[in-house]
């Protein structure tokens, strides 16, 4: 079975800074994109930000120069550094990741368990 397991949310006051981790885990051969996405109260989930296994990646246009996204393939794990907090970045933030399952022979879509991160002073 595979896992995503987030970690690392939490209060931050503004202006503040957090990293988020997130880790694969189970039985699959490899992993192409990762990214994080977040959901604010009655909002819809929007796209945070991703990276492919080659190192591209895209960002929201609220979080450029504020978010960095990086992942190390040997641990397969993807982080979110999250500097320059601001209230409205608060949210439960979720990692993705597309993998290519060892069960099934092919690539699904991951989602973790979510993380909250809340920016208030």
């Known amino acids: 079975q595979v896992q995503l397991v987030e970690s690392g949310g939490g209060l931050v006051q503004p202006g503040g800074s957090l990293t988020l981790s997130c880790g694969a885990s189970g039985r699959f051969f490899s992993i192409n994109a990762m990214g994080w996405y977040r959901q604010a109260p009655g909002k819809q989930r929007e796209l945070v930000a991703t990276?492919?296994?080659?190192?591209?990646?895209n960002y929201a246009d609220s979080v450029k120069g504020r978010f960095t996204i990086s992942r190390d393939n040997a641990k397969n794990t993807v982080y979110l550094q999250m500097n320059s907090l601001k209230p409205e970045d608060t949210a439960v933030y979720y990692c993705n990741a597309d993998i290519l399952v060892i069960s099934s022979g092919g690539w699904q879509a991951y989602w973790g368990q979510g993380t909250q991160v809340t920016v208030s002073s």
């Open positions: 990276t492919t296994s080659a190192g591209n990646t």
